[in-house]
């Protein structure tokens, strides 16, 4: 039995660097500009001195107090990655789409509330990071009935306020194929799926069936990084996909190696 491909599938890559990695490097961007500052220390201890503050920084008015650092984090992931730094973000694919003959349009999720969210509250504050509440799809079906692929940013707009919130692009790639009634999950990452023996890509699981997937996990099959994915499966999955598949992203045809060949190449779940 083939893994046959189906019309309405939906995706995430993690090989594109998340919003706090993004964040971390701007960090180290601005600090090895500021010469006149000690460089030595990290950049939270950096970011924490009162000299950042003075005024003689150019960078102060930015970061006069957390508010405007998280306010900045917002307007980076929103702006910076899709518009300044196209390489990094969903921008980068969609020219990846088009220069291979496709019809991509890149959204946000803020673009006709395509995605709204809450404050994600851990009993830790994450800042600006949320818990996705709904998913309108009506943005989306208009772009695929006209022949386009949407490649969704995964920041959300506020359920409640005019915040952006970062959305885990995995969850958002997850609720998205549930609300869109999807055949398919397909999360791009740089492992072959779940492996027995995380060291051996011989061990690879190529099946899992949702019963199975508690036990693997309190045996540590399933840990770490893969803990989230496979919960994002499991939870579509649940709300109506079909399958959903775990794949080696930096595999040459990987999505077609997986969907149409008889064993596939990563793990898939139903």
């Known amino acids: 039995m083939t893994r046959r491909a189906n019309k309405k599938s939906c995706g995430s890559s993690s090989g594109i660097k998340s919003g706090t990695q993004l964040i971390n490097d ?6 090895e ?12 201890e950096y970011f924490e001195k009162q000299n950042w503050f003075d005024e003689r920084n150019p960078y102060s008015s930015l970061f ?10 917002r307007a980076f992931v929103e702006n910076e990655v899709a518009n300044k730094n196209p390489s990094i973000g969903y921008a980068y694919l969609v020219k990846l789409i088009e220069k291979d003959g496709g019809k991509a349009i890149g959204l946000s ?3 006709g509330s395509l995605i709204k969210a809450k404050k994600l509250k851990i009993g830790v504050d994450l800042g600006y990071v949320g818990e996705i509440t709904s998913v309108n799809t009506e943005l989306l079906y208009l772009a695929m009935n006209s022949g386009f692929i949407p490649v969704v940013s995964s920041i959300a707009i506020g359920e409640n306020d005019n915040n952006s919130y970062n959305i885990n692009a995995d969850t958002c790639a997850s609720k998205i194929a549930s609300a869109l009634k999807a055949e398919k999950l397909i999360l791009l990452t ?3 799926g779940v492996m027995t023996d995380p060291s051996d890509s011989s061990t690879l699981i190529s099946t899992l ?7 693997l996990t309190v045996d540590k099959v399933i840990n770490g990084g893969m803990i989230p994915k496979i919960s994002c499966c499991v939870e579509s999955v649940r709300m109506g996909v079909k399958k959903a598949h775990i794949i080696d992203g930096r595999i040459e045809h990987s999505l077609l190696l997986e969907l149409l060949s008889e064993k596939g190449i990563g793990t898939e779940i139903y």
Request: aromatic share 10%.
């Open 190 to 192: 740089d492992v072959p």
């Open 109 to 111: 999720g803020i673009d």
């Open 209 to 215: 069936r949702l019963h199975q997937i508690p036990k």
């Open 26 to 31: 701007w960090k180290k961007e601005i600090i």
């Open 33 to 44: 500009y500021a010469d006149d500052y000690d460089t030595s220390i990290t950049s939270d």
């Open 64 to 73: 006069e107090k957390r508010y405007d650092l998280q306010r900045q984090r």
